[in-house]
């Protein structure tokens, strides 16, 4: 426990130091604690610690631990985020289990989610993620496609997109991350110029999370500096 309450706070004071360089409010940043694969126990801790926004990558597993923390928690302010890729066939439980979706990258995942937002009588929020990297592997909306895409999930009643959210290629200099971070700020800023009312930045990492900061995210994605380095 005292361990991760020293991780919390050392994360926290990071955001907070990024936030005044860049002239910043830091409450304007939310800290998402990324709990993929981490054990509930842990999870617990963090809640203990004051955390309350969480993410997962993996509808399955979120489908099994969301209920169980939300049963033991004692904290009714929980929030969870759907972080990772997610297939369609997978929207109808995602819907059901995260007040946010980062990965929304196709008119198809788009219309899915809207549809059964609709039957589970809820306006979903969603981010958009972009792909700005060349790397094939990454998944995402390249920039070209962005603007049709808003265009097109602005008509759909069941969603609300709230920003953009964006996972630069790895490296071990989080400088190299600067660059990707400022583009995602750039098309929101282009979007809220051609009438989108998004508002959200969802980027950076563990390795990266300061200088997405100074770039102007208002989500830092954050796992290992927190919970430890992940077994899988
Ligand atoms: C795992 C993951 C994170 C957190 O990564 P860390 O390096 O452990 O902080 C952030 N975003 C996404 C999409 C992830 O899958």
Sequence with gaps: MAQIIERISSVLKRICHAAMRAGRNP????????????????????????????????????????????QRSPATNLSWHMIGPLQKNKARYAVKLFDMIHSVDSKGLAEEINKQAMKAGKIQDILIEVKLSPEETKHGIRP??????????????????RGLMTIPPYSENPEDSRPYFRRLRELLEEANRKGFPLKELSMGMSGDFEIAVEEGATMVRIGTAIFGERRR
Excluded: C
Aim: aromatic share 4%; charged share 30%; proline share 3%.
């Design 27 to 70: 409450e304007e940043i939310k800290l998402i604690a990324v709990t993929k694969t981490v054990p509930t126990l842990l999870i617990m801790e963090a809640i203990e610690a004051g955390l309350r926004i969480f993410g997962e990558n993996r509808v399955q597993e979120a489908r099994d631990k969301i209920p169980e923390i939300m």
């Design 144 to 161: 070209e496609g962005l603007f049709e895409l808003l265009e097109f999930t602005s008509g759909l009643k069941n969603l609300q997109v």
